[in-house]
């Protein structure tokens, strides 16, 4: 496979369970040749395919990283024609997560990553020490819901042992940088901020600035990131 490409695993190669986990999307190398391979889910509103989501991943696949993307089962049902629908509980998104890991890590035997756009790697964080992975990526995590910085989504971030990436906008509206400054994280999280970027990492015209730029640049720090912890375990070992 070469860097870049995308190979979906279809249903019949990989049938649906009864949580909904059906098809994935593959890009770069394969996980055994890759520097670094992640599991990326998508936020709550875009399919593993988005724009953003598939820009990510060829982004990353170039830079050597292998990247999984898969579906929580509402989305999975949009997509099957059932019309819009809210994301799934957090107990329902969190057992899909479960088991897309736990199937994945029976056919990776390299240090394997989880993350995602927002939502789902909101949900990824609350699970990443749990799982024993050997490291998180957030883009665009939602500290809080958009307009109330009264409600945190940050108590675990306090404790997570995993080794983590948080990408963040400077102007994201669920965790602007002055705000998350304020917040109590970890030593095991490592922010990097994208200027006058929002939760898209889209940065406003007049920046200077692209998003196209922006996404490379996330794609950097997500490399080497990944392809640094991947080091790091398999000197554990």
């Not at 019949?12 to 391979?37: E, F, H, M, R, V």
């Not at 088991?99 to 994945?104: A, G, I, K, N, R």
């Not at 102007?171 to 602007?176: H, I, Q, T």
Request: with cysteine.
């Amino acid at each position: 496979m070469v860097n870049g490409q995308v190979v979906c695993i279809d249903v019949d190669q990989c049938p649906q369970d009864a949580n909904g986990i059906g098809a994935w999307l593959w890009s770069g190398p394969s996980p055994a040749a890759a520097d670094a391979c992640l599991i990326l889910a998508h936020g709550a509103g875009a399919p593993m395919d988005s724009e953003f989501m598939t820009g990510m991943a060829v982004r990353l696949a170039v830079r050597g990283v292998a990247v999984v993307r898969f579906e929580f089962p509402y989305m999975a049902a949009r997509r099957r024609g059932a019309g819009r629908r809210p994301p799934d509980p957090q107990d329902r998104l969190l057992d899909c997560w479960r088991e897309t890991y736990s199937l994945l890590r029976q056919r990776i035997s390299t240090p394997l990553a989880i993350g995602g756009k927002s939502m789902g790697g909101r949900m990824a964080s609350l699970l990443a020490d749990e799982l024993g992975v050997d490291a998180l990526v957030c883009l665009g995590y939602p500290f809080h819901p958009a307009g109330k910085t009264d409600k945190p989504r940050t108590a675990h971030l306090a404790g997570i042992r995993t080794p983590t990436l948080i990408v963040q906008g400077e102007r994201d509206a669920m965790g602007k940088r002055d705000t998350v400054m304020g917040y109590s994280l970890s030593a095991a999280i490592c922010l990097h901020w994208l200027a006058s970027a929002d939760h898209d990492l889209k940065p406003l015209r007049a920046s200077g600035f692209t998003h196209e730029h922006h996404l490379d640049m996330a794609a950097d720090a997500v490399a080497k990131f990944l392809q640094s912890s991947a080091r790091c375990s398999l000197i554990s070992f």
